[in-house]
């Protein structure tokens, strides 16, 4: 095998780090010369001023040092044109048009709406730490922060002032913790900007989000919904038929009945209420370990029986979380709480061995068998 022959295939295993696809398939790999030692690469980046630049080049270099014969590399960076741009929108879209991955019938991707009667209960941090855990144990798990009007879950991700990398129409997801995350927060010019959004056009944002983003194969996605019973809520059952929703409350019973709202609204549009979970819950006192119920108790349980009653199934109570100062401390910081506190860990580690890990189903799924 020639030298020119190895770079190529050495080439060949250096993934692009947003589209994890390897770059001679998407086109990126404009020239290999071999000379004297010496290997010149020439990369077309999809994009002028490709964050992603330092890290193509070292993954490549990486690479290349294991062929005995090049003492040196040159890489040359280009920028694609409009026709190499679609070809490699048309690749990672499967040849099809803009389409939402997650209502296609062979889609294998579980959607979870995380849906809440009323805002303050901790809805987006139970989001984050899930889809932290969830990636922690090898899932591909992506969150689009549907919370069109409060978005949190930039920082709560560790990525605020974070950009989508853009083809064109078609963005890369930012990735922090393994998880792939969209919000209306990336899009808008300024942090502090307001969101005035009404009626179809909020369908329609969220249309785009889950359309135009490139998510690649996903086992789980999240939606962090806004809280009560809007528009968002609706569309996701009307764009997502398959999708599912988990209800957060707190332990105070008053909260319990503004939670059933969330599902009852789900139930109307036939979404499958899933699941309870309790934040906010009884802690220990730091000093004498007596139980502390801060928010009273029972929200969780009331809520459960209600969404039971209502659905003429059983919705469990999958978790109660204890209120942790640290929760709110990591969520400040950007580093969610699942990834330094083992006690937590473990109860969301509980949630996804009740809802999220479980055998893929070939139930129709076309299998493209003639016959």
């Not at 020239?31 to 990369?43: D, H, M, R, T």
């Amino acid at each position: 095998m020639s030298t020119v022959e190895l770079i190529n295939t050495a080439l060949a295993t250096v993934i692009d780090p947003e589209l994890h696809k390897p770059l001679p398939e998407l086109g990126m790999v404009e020239s290999v010369e071999f000379s004297n030692g010496l290997a010149k690469i020439g990369i077309l980046l999809t994009i002028v001023g490709c964050p992603m630049k330092d890290r193509l080049k070292s993954d490549i270099t990486k690479s290349l040092s294991k062929i005995n014969e090049i003492k040196s590399i040159e890489i040359n960076f280009g920028v694609m044109n409009e026709e190499q741009r679609n070809n490699v929108k048309k690749l990672i879209r499967g040849g099809r048009e803009k389409f939402i991955p997650f209502a296609q019938p062979d889609s294998l991707t579980r959607v979870l709406g995380i849906a809440s009667g009323k805002g303050g209960v901790g809805k987006s941090s139970v989001t984050v730490n899930l889809a932290v855990a969830a990636a922690a144990r090898g899932l591909k798990v992506g969150i689009l922060d549907a919370d069109v009007y409060g978005h949190s879950i930039p920082r709560l991700m560790g990525i605020l002032d974070k950009r989508p990398t853009a083809i064109d129409q078609t963005f890369i997801p930012v990735e922090n913790y393994g998880v792939k995350v969209v919000s209306m927060e990336m899009f808008k010019p300024e942090r502090s900007d307001p969101v005035a959004y009404r009626g179809p056009l909020l369908h329609r944002v969220l249309e785009q989000l889950l359309s135009d983003a490139y998510w690649g194969d996903l086992d789980l996605l999240l939606l962090d919904l806004p809280p009560g019973t809007g528009d968002i809520a609706i569309s996701l059952g009307q764009l997502i038929p398959t999708s599912e929703i988990i209800v957060v409350t707190t332990p105070q019973i008053a909260a319990a009945e503004v939670a059933e709202r969330a599902g009852r609204i789900a139930h109307q549009i036939k979404q499958p209420v899933i699941g309870v979970i309790e934040n906010m819950s009884d802690t220990a006192c730091s000093k004498c370990g007596e139980k502390i119920s801060i928010f009273g108790s029972g929200g969780g349980e009331e809520t459960s029986r209600r969404l039971s009653e209502l659905v003429g199934a059983d919705v469990p109570l999958l978790a109660k979380i204890p209120f942790n100062a640290k929760l709110r401390e990591g969520g400040d910081e950007g580093n969610p709480i699942v990834l330094t506190d083992q006690k937590v860990m473990a109860i969301f580690d509980g949630i996804l061995e009740k809802i999220i890990i479980r055998p893929k189903s070939l139930v129709g799924v076309r299998l493209n068998i003639n016959t």
